[in-house]
């Protein structure tokens, strides 16, 4: 005689439906991880080139709106910026953030100098320094004029 007792019954069926589960959950668990890894990568994958100068190129206004000799203020995100009107046909773009301590800059009309409200720095319409603490000129942005409007790369 055998010792060993016979299975009950449909204990077979329940072990195939357990291993089936166990195989469905880590599956779509598995599925799940790689849907949302490919959700982080996407999100961390640097813009496409021409998306990037799009979003870089800033349009001013007209050259007629800008007055010679006089720096306009373009609030622009954390890159503010000067637009100069040099003359009939020259336009600068400057950075509108001191190279000191990073302060924002103002035109002073009287001077015709864009200085800084922090520490007495003082630049030329062309970003030079003139005076103060400011260890370098001013970064300078290019500037094309295209059917009359100011475009500026940032």
Same mark, same amino acid.
């Given at each position: 005689?055998?010792?060993?007792?016979?299975?009950?019954? /449909?204990?077979?069926?329940?072990?195939?439906?357990?291993?089936?589960?166990? &195989?469905?959950?880590?599956? #779509?668990?598995?599925? &799940?991880?790689?849907?949302?890894?490919?959700?982080?990568?996407?999100? #961390?994958?640097?813009?496409? !080139?021409?998306?990037?100068?799009?979003?870089?190129? *800033?349009?001013?206004?007209?050259?007629?709106?800008?007055?010679?000799?006089?720096?306009?203020? *373009?609030?622009?995100?954390?890159?503010?910026?000067? =637009?100069?009107?040099?003359?009939?046909?020259?336009?600068?773009?400057?950075?509108? *953030?001191?190279?000191? *301590?990073? %302060?924002?800059?103002?035109?002073?009309?009287?001077? !015709?100098?864009?200085? %800084?409200? %922090?520490?007495? +720095?003082?630049?030329? #319409?062309? /970003?030079? =320094?003139?005076? +103060?603490?400011?260890?370098?000129?001013?970064?300078?942005?290019?500037?094309?004029?295209?059917?009359?409007?100011?475009?500026?790369?940032?």
């Amino acid at each position: 005689m055998s010792d060993a007792s016979p299975a009950p019954a /449909g204990s077979a069926g329940a072990a195939t439906r357990r291993g089936f589960l166990g &195989w469905m959950s880590r599956a #779509l668990l598995g599925l &799940w991880g790689v849907g949302s890894a490919g959700a982080v990568l996407a999100y #961390l994958r640097a813009p496409e !080139k021409e998306h990037r100068i799009a979003e870089r190129t *800033v349009r001013v206004g007209p050259l007629a709106d800008l007055r010679v000799g006089e720096a306009t203020f *373009v609030r622009h995100g954390t890159t503010p910026f000067f =637009v100069v009107r040099m003359d009939g046909e020259r336009v600068v773009a400057l950075s509108a *953030v001191c190279t000191h *301590v990073r %302060c924002i800059l103002a035109f002073d009309r009287n001077r !015709k100098a864009i200085v %800084c409200p %922090c520490h007495d +720095g003082r630049f030329d #319409l062309a /970003g030079n =320094v003139l005076s +103060g603490p400011p260890p370098r000129a001013l970064r300078t942005y290019e500037v094309a004029v295209r059917a009359g409007d100011v475009y500026v790369r940032l």
